[in-house]
């Protein structure tokens, strides 16, 4: 079965460094721009960035530039979310997903067709 | 920036019910528009690619609409499957971006 696998759940304390993974099973991610998303609680979704695997380029969210670090590890699958230093308000749900493109004509079409079960990360003194 | 607006934020509704949900981008983003539902706990799920492709899968009750600026989500016949909140994204391959609207949330009437 195709599928992102998440790491799980995090408890951290402000100040403290975390990356969470999001492993590819069933498929190579190496050729797939695979983003994060961000939920806070009983809020909506949010873009944070992407990565495309096999050449490591990498686009920020203006709002998330400079407070996140998107990496992939090709030998291992994987792609990583992570910040040097945790705040409160980093506590949310993170997704990764994969996006599908396909090109009709001029017209370059996307979508994040398969997601992860999502990391819960808590920030909390 | 594009930004992208959805109305209501809530409703309910019954099962049987055609349910309509509307989107709006602040400018003309052509048929870049895609649909996801999300239930409490779980990550979101594609419905509705390119404005109105039907995802595989997805059962046909769901259909997408609009160009341009409008577009809508609906569902002819409410399903108890089918309360959840739902997402309207703006996606751009060049450069790549992606915006969601804030979340329509359905439930029982």
């Known amino acids: 079965e195709v599928q992102l696998v998440q790491s799980g759940a995090e408890v951290k304390k402000p100040g403290e460094s975390l990356k969470i993974s999001c492993k590819g099973s069933?498929?190579?991610?190496?050729?797939?721009?695979i983003a994060w998303v961000r939920q806070m609680p009983g809020k909506g979704l949010e873009w944070m960035g992407i990565i495309y695997p096999a050449d490591s380029d990498t686009k920020y969210s203006p709002s998330f530039q400079g407070q996140v670090t998107i990496s992939a590890d090709m030998s291992n699958n994987t792609a990583y979310l992570q910040w040097g230093s945790l705040r409160a308000s980093d506590t949310a749900k993170y997704y990764c997903?994969?996006?599908?493109?396909?090109?009709?004509?001029?017209?370059?079409?996307?979508?994040?067709?398969?997601w992860g079960q999502g990391t819960l990360v808590t920030v909390s003194s | 920036d594009i930004q992208m607006t959805q109305s209501p934020s809530s409703l309910s509704a019954s099962v049987g019910d055609r349910v309509t949900i509307t989107c709006r981008a602040s400018?003309?983003?052509?048929?870049?528009l895609n649909w996801y539902q999300q239930k409490p706990g779980n990550a979101p799920k594609l419905l509705i690619y390119a404005a109105s492709s039907l995802q595989r899968g997805v059962p046909s009750r769901f259909s997408g609409s609009g160009s341009g600026t409008d577009f809508t989500l609906t569902i002819s016949s409410l399903q108890p499957e089918d309360f959840a909140t739902y997402y309207c994204q703006h996606s751009y391959s060049i450069p790549k971006t992606f915006t969601f609207g804030p979340g329509t949330k359905v439930d029982i009437k």
């Open positions: 069933g498929y190579s991610i190496s050729n797939y721009w």
């Open positions: 400018q003309d983003i052509s048929s870049y």
């Open positions: 997903a994969s996006l599908m493109e396909v090109t009709s004509g001029w017209r370059h079409y996307n979508w994040f067709d398969l």
